[in-house]
């Protein structure tokens, strides 16, 4: 069993819906937890940084944590088609900076 | 502000060989990691890099190894090289280790060994 599972999706939603994106984790040391967004062939833009439990919101992102249920999500609000592409969570025990345990991303496609 | 940048683009190898790849940390970063990203996959942890040591390193065998020198660059090398190795290596840069600073990617590196 991987440490953090994400489903792969694709999801795919209509121009203007929320996007809900989540991840589990059996690692009870995740402290730092992170939202990449990925478009195909390009590396990961960092969209969003939270540490321990707790709700964060920036624009039209909002990420909530829950450590006693080992679970992370991302919504997207008012999703437009340049949202479409691969977000990935990912974790670190120790600190943002040092190594990051990864899911397997989640395929987003946002219809016009 | 310089973002991560890495070099070459793509290139292609044949199994046995050796590849180095390149990577120069965004500005005002003095530590880099790496990742190799299989395709329809999440990255995967390779190691990292502060004061030109090896900070920390994933499940990946010796023929991976790595440098990083003064200006804060670092070198990803890979010897014999083999079909699985076929991947997007990724370079992160970050401030110090456990500042609290977030990791930023480069566009990576495409490796396809044949």
């Known amino acids: 069993q991987k440490e953090v599972e994400q489903d792969p999706g694709p999801l795919s939603v209509p121009e203007g819906a929320i996007v809900s994106l989540n991840c589990t984790y059996s690692?009870?040391?995740?402290?730092?937890f992170m939202w990449y967004r990925q478009y195909s062939r390009k590396g990961p833009e960092l969209l969003m940084y939270?540490?321990?439990?707790g709700n964060k919101e920036d624009g039209r992102f909002t990420a909530q944590v829950d450590k006693s249920s080992k679970y992370i999500s991302l919504f997207i609000r008012d999703s437009q088609p340049s949202d479409s592409a691969t977000y990935l969570c990912?974790?670190?025990?120790?600190?943002?900076?040092?190594?990051?345990?990864f899911g397997g991303g989640t395929r987003v496609l946002v219809k016009p | 502000e310089t973002g991560v940048t890495q070099s070459p683009t793509h290139l292609i190898k044949t199994r046995g060989q050796q590849v180095t790849l390149r990577c120069s940390s965004q500005?005002?970063?003095?530590?880099v990691s790496w990742y190799q990203q299989a395709l329809g996959q999440g990255p995967q942890f390779i190691f990292q890099?502060?004061?030109?040591?090896?900070?920390g390193r994933g499940n990946f065998p010796p023929r991976f190894s790595g440098l990083q020198f003064p200006n804060y660059s670092s070198e990803l090398n890979v010897n014999a090289l083999e079909l699985d190795d076929s991947a997007l290596y990724l370079c992160?840069?970050?401030?110090?280790?456990?500042?609290?600073?977030?990791?930023?990617f480069g566009p990576g590196t495409r490796l396809t060994v044949t």
């Open positions: 992160a840069s970050s401030s110090p280790p456990g500042s609290g600073g977030e990791q930023y």
């Open positions: 690692n009870s040391a995740f402290q730092y």
């Open positions: 939270t540490y321990s439990s």
């Open positions: 990912a974790m670190s025990a120790t600190a943002a900076g040092n190594k990051l345990t």
């Open positions: 500005s005002g970063h003095n530590t």
């Open positions: 890099y502060y004061r030109e040591e090896e900070n």
